[in-house]
């Protein structure tokens, strides 16, 4: 067992974890942390998408006791105050979901996306992301969704740079 | 307008809106059957010992050795079952086998305090195996007459005589692939057992009645022991309509032999290695034009891959049967279907049932006849659809034959066919090594279960004292919107606004005997029955309010949370509220069932279906001549959903289904391990979605149009509204024949390019270079490369 202390949500945790155990396995299992699921098991699909230090990864491909020290964030934690991120926004709005099971991880990867490249393209959005799969929609309102939330957000990014003058 | 069908002033169906179920997906918060696990005490983890053998008996059974794993708690066997030994309806799934039938399959199953320890301790169960011959392929099944259920023709005329007359016969086969469902949840099941013994299963099942039908059986109690609930499946696509109920009984067994709640969720891998997928097919053909192009006879043998066990075999080889025609008339016709045994595991329901399969055998015709015939495949495709009055070769007389011309037109002009046409041919002439293929396909897709007993619908529907509306209903929801659905046939029936109605999860102790959800109708059946449910409601609310109000009966209208008559009104609640206090029943359990449709499976004959739904697609593809790689430009949709109850959920099951089809059709492609090797024989090669290649955003179309047919009213049905869970997925063959013509383009005219299924890159590739190839006909061809030229004109 290792122990490792990890912020998940904005939430310290400090457990003891067998060296192999994988970080969605953490989430979901010692935390609780069910909101982010297990579609493949072998780094494919990304519906087990989080953000580590700001970054996307897929959880199924990294161990909890990698983790350690750095600041988880999951579906989970990414609505402010009661209200809805723009991304989780958008894809409600857009219908960008049926039976929602990539869902977590196609909104996680899609703020990391957006985040790097607030202009992104619809050529950029489906190359960007082309490693959550989705079996259900067949993609067309997850791109519509991205696109949507991009210009959200780009908008509370100006506004608030404004107010940060 | 009958009285189903039509709809009150501001309806709530027929708004968009997004699913009922959005805003906890996009928090994460909407809970699966396997997220139930962390918050439930004292769970016991499964994990099967899987047969390496295709087919072997098993002849000797140690489990000792896994009770030495720490954790291990139990190993459940044979031995242990108190009921049937069973985990299907047909007597021929032993739950525990003595005789293993595909790689994968699970002889037991070990419960431990951790997954690890289960998992370890399957490691130490010691199986001896005598190895017995295996089947892989339907070929070596057709050899080796290994076949399972009933063989079953469709007959109309004499087929054989009209093709004797016919002006053009042409003859060929083609073997297709099946297709993995890969929902992104995996099986899952939880089973508890109460106080009382009574057994509680939350499973990711699309027929909660079968699941508890099947674990009362192997447990041995009565039906009213177990309760099966079902929450929400991450897809389920057909995969989960027969298949989750072994593992259910495997997790309630456990639990009943313990006392403790038992979990089983496959992981990736043994999903895809110990479930059943869509049937492969095989069929052999003769089919005969007039000198115009018209077909006048077809005699067909179908058989599929089934897999080690029926399942659902058989009724998907009858919906395969009953769907060779497509849109097509076809005067005289012999369709023989019979479902091949080989040692894979058992292939099952997949979104379509059999009807894409049966589908595809025609598509393939036309498309490989055109070129022979003369004749553009859009215009032998166009000349070829019914007319109203004509009966498909099962009996069923065919309507609305005008809504697919209609669509038809509509895709011909929206998507600017002719221009485009023209435009493509431009560029292939102008490219040696890039060709543009542009296809425009039809489908007719009959809706009703081929069995008609599963036509019936189950609801109940409870009003409570404050007004607000709870309701139940018999089908799950997996993505496809049913409960988004239900809602808004609930609120509209009702006449109160959306916010005012909740929807509880499906479970078997709420709406007993339902039919598995599938077959596209979980709309219209539920749908029927809350209609019902919440109009016995109203029936006894009107009177209250006529006298409240003092109005007639006949005046009373409830809509938008207010009763109504004439310039009186007053608040749904004060009424319900009323009633109550006039001891006036507040809930109802409503049903309904199908009317007008029979079917006698032995003749295959019948009016199996309620109606038809229509849909039209056209799809550009560009294929490189150098790798076989394309690409799909463009794809337009004309679709009929009736009259949409929920336009968005409507237009998105279009999509999706467009997209899965196209996957099946193309990319997907499912390898078993043919080889003598006996490590290795049968074996799936593709058992991760690192080596099943599934469509993802990269091989989206580039532009996709999709439309609702306008105008589209269906009577008999709820609302108005038609079924579209299934028949959007054979839009895709607007992909396939696209790209058949596309590499049509590489060779001389009148070349007639067999393709594979899928159509990989790789096929696609072997397609273009016979068609290269066919400007040489005198060289001598090598036999190893390339396809044999399968389609002869006689
Ligand atoms: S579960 Fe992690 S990528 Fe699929
Ligand atoms: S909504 Fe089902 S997998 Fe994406």
Redesign the interface.
């Known amino acids: 067992m290792t122990r490792i202390s990890v912020k998940v949500d904005g939430v310290r945790y400090s457990d003891d974890v067998e060296p192999r155990t994988l970080l969605v396995h953490y989430l979901r299992e010692t935390l609780g942390k069910v909101g982010t699921v297990v579609g493949c098991d072998t780094s494919n699909c990304g519906a087990c998408t989080v953000h580590v230090d700001g970054r996307s990864v897929k959880s199924c491909n990294m161990l909890a006791v990698q983790a350690d020290g750095r600041e988880v964030t999951t579906i989970e934690g990414i609505a402010t105050d009661g209200g809805l991120h723009p991304m989780q926004q958008a894809f409600h709005e857009c219908h960008a979901l049926q039976c929602g099971y990539c869902t977590p991880g196609m909104i996680m990867q899609a703020i990391d996306l957006v985040g790097e490249n607030p202009d992104a393209s619809e050529e950029e959005i489906r190359e960007g992301m082309e490693g959550n799969l989705c079996r259900c929609t067949g993609y067309q309102n997850i791109v519509r969704a991205v696109q949507q939330a991009a210009g959200v957000m780009a908008g509370q990014a100006a506004s608030s740079s404004q107010a940060g003058e | 307008m009958s009285h189903l069908s039509a709809r009150p002033e501001n309806p709530v169906v027929g708004e968009a809106l997004?699913?009922e179920?959005?805003?906890?997906?996009?928090?994460?918060?909407?809970?699966?059957t396997d997220?139930l696990h962390?918050?439930t005490k004292d769970v016991l983890h499964a994990w099967p010992v899987q047969s390496p053998h295709a087919h072997a008996r098993v002849t000797q059974l140690e489990v000792c050795a896994a009770y030495e794993i720490p954790g291990v708690v139990r190993v459940l066997t044979a031995g242990d079952v108190p009921g049937v030994n069973d985990s299907g309806t047909k007597n021929d799934e032993p739950l525990f086998p003595d005789e293993v039938c595909f790689v994968g399959q699970a002889v037991c199953w070990v419960l431990g305090e951790t997954l690890e320890a289960a998992r370890l301790g399957a490691a130490e169960v010691r199986v001896d195996y005598e190895p017995l011959r295996s089947i892989v392929t339907i070929a070596d099944a057709i050899k080796a007459d290994s076949y399972q259920g009933a063989t079953r023709t469709v007959r109309r005329g004499n087929a054989m005589s009209a093709l004797a007359r016919a002006a053009h016969t042409f003859t060929g086969e083609i073997t297709f692939a099946g297709q993995e469902?890969?929902?992104?949840?995996t099986h899952a099941s939880l089973a508890t057992v109460g106080d009382d013994g009574r057994v509680f299963v939350q499973s990711s099942t699309q027929h909660p009645t079968e699941t508890q039908e099947i674990v009362a059986h192997v447990l041995g109690v009565g039906a009213h022991e177990v309760t099966v609930q079902c929450l929400?499946?991450?897809?389920g696509?057909g995969g989960k309509e027969e298949q989750p109920h072994g593992f259910a009984a495997v997790a309630a067994l456990g639990a009943t032999l313990t006392g403790r709640p038992v979990r089983v969720r496959l992981?990736?891998?043994q999903d895809l290695t110990m479930t059943g997928k869509r049937h492969g097919f095989h069929a052999a053909w003769r089919v005969g034009f007039d000198h115009d192009g018209h077909l006048v006879a077809l005699q067909t043998t179908l058989t599929s891959d089934g897999g080690w066990s029926l399942d659902l075999s058989e009724p998907v080889l009858a919906r395969a049967l009953c769907h060779v025609d497509n849109a097509y008339w076809i005067p005289d016709v012999e369709i023989v279907g019979r479902v091949a045994r080989t040692h894979k595991t058992s292939q099952t329901a997949f979104r379509g049932f059999g009807g894409p399969q049966g589908m595809l055998v025609t598509e393939d015709i036309i498309g490989r006849c055109a070129p022979l015939l003369g004749i553009e495949p859009h215009e032998l495709r166009r000349r070829n659809f019914y007319t109203d009055g004509q009966t498909t070769p099962y009996g069923q007389v065919v309507h609305q034959t005008e809504r697919l011309v209609r669509a038809w037109d509509q895709v011909t002009s929206t998507a600017e066919l002719e221009r485009r046409r023209g435009a493509l041919a431009g560029f292939n002439a102008a490219h040696e090594h890039v060709k543009r293929g542009l296809a425009i396909t039809p489908v007719k897709f009959g809706i009703s279960f081929n069995f008609t007993a599963m036509n019936q619908g189950g609801a109940l529907v409870h009003v409570y004292r404050d007004g607000t509306v709870l309701i139940n209903h018999g089908g799950t929801e997996?993505?496809?919107?049913l409960h988004t659905k239900m809602l808004q046939v609930a609120a509209t029936a009702l006449g109160v606004p959306l916010s005012r109605v909740r929807l509880a999860p499906t479970r078997t102790d709420k709406v007993p005997n339902t039919s598995a959800t599938a077959a596209s109708a979980g709309a219209d059946l539920n749908g029927g029955a809350i209609k019902d449910a919440c109009e016995q409601i109203l029936a006894r609310l009107r009177p209250v309010a006529a006298e409240r109000m003092e109005v007639p009966v006949e005046d009373v209208r409830f809509e938008g949370g207010e009763v109504r008559a004439g310039e009186r009104s007053m608040p749904w609640a004060e009424l319900v509220h009323t009633a109550y206090l006039s001891r006036v029943q507040l809930f109802a359990a409503g049903y309904y069932r199908t009317e007008g449709i029979h079917w006698d499976p032995e003749i295959m004959h019948g009016t199996p279906f309620k109606y038809f739904a229509y849909g039209v697609a056209a799809a550009e593809v560009e294929v490189d001549g150098f790798t076989g790689a394309y690409r799909t430009r463009r794809v337009d949709i004309v679709h009929d959903v009736g009259d949409s109850l929920s336009p968005?959920?409507d237009i998105?099951?279009i999509?999706?289904?467009?997209?899965?089809g196209a996957g099946w059709l193309t990319l997907e492609d499912l390898r078993w391990d043919e080889s003598d090797d006996p490590e290795r024989r049968g074996r799936l090669t593709t058992q991760?979605?690192?080596t099943y290649k599934?469509?993802?955003?990269?091989e989206?179309p580039e532009e996709?149009n999709v439309a609702l047919l306008e105008r589209a009213h269906e009577e008999g049905v709820v609302y108005g509204s038609k079924a579209v869970g299934e028949p959007p997925l054979m839009l895709a063959f607007s992909v396939r024949e696209a790209l058949r013509q596309a590499c049509a383009a590489f060779g001389p005219t009148g070349h007639s390019v067999v393709l594979d299924s899928p159509a990989t890159p790789e096929a696609v590739f072997w397609a273009l270079d016979e068609a290269r190839r066919a400007y040489r006909p005198a060289v001598p061809e090598p036999t190893e490369l390339g396809h044999p030229v399968q389609v002869t004109q006689v």
């Open positions: 997004p699913h179920s959005a805003v906890l997906h996009v928090t994460g918060r909407a809970l699966y997220d962390p918050r469902h890969f929902y992104l949840e929400r499946m991450g897809g696509f992981n990736r891998t997996m993505g496809q919107g968005l959920v998105g099951q999509e999706g289904g467009f997209v899965q991760s979605a690192s599934l469509p993802s955003l990269s989206m996709l």
